[in-house]
């Protein structure tokens, strides 16, 4: 009976289970970077008629924040397969968690203008304002978290 290495064995399934963490948490960025570009750019291709000039250009901003964000949710899985066999899951792990940062950034901005974007159908300019609670209260509860 051959013997086995086990401490081989077992670090090869850490790396594969880091991999895994990182590359599905990126799938599920994909996925809903991806409905929220779905839902503008059918709004895009097909504006309501009432929709403000102010109303239009921030539709389009969030259609390319949320390019942008699905962009950088990608990258961690073409950075691996780029990179594959890779030898340094730390920097595989560090460079794909400051894509997944960047990115969070422009899906927040698109998920702002989004809201302020139906808001505006009952609030009309000034929807921008009352857009922003949601942000602030998640601010608040994250501040708070300790």
């Known amino acids: 009976m051959p013997v086995r290495n086990t401490a081989v064995k077992d670090g090869h399934d850490d790396l594969v289970r880091d991999y895994g963490t990182v590359l599905r948490e990126c799938a599920i960025l994909i996925v809903i970077s991806g409905i929220l570009f779905g ?7 097909s504006p309501p008629e009432n929709l403000s000039t102010v109303n239009m250009v921030a539709l389009l901003v969030a259609m390319f924040s949320i390019t942008v964000a699905t962009s950088f949710f990608a990258m961690p899985v073409i950075y691996h397969h780029l990179q594959y066999p890779y030898t340094d899951i730390e920097k595989f792990k560090m460079r794909s968690h400051r894509f997944i ?9 698109t998920l702002y203008l989004g809201l302020a974007i139906a808001l505006s159908s ?4 000034f929807a921008f304002v009352p857009a922003t609670f949601p942000f602030i209260i998640v601010y608040a509860l994250f501040r708070m978290r300790k």
Request: cysteine-free; glycine content about 16%; proline content about 5%.
């Open 39 to 45: 839902f503008l750019l059918n709004i895009t291709v």
């Open 122 to 125: 009952l609030l009309g300019e």
């Open 101 to 109: 940062i960047f990115g969070l950034v422009p899906t927040g901005v």
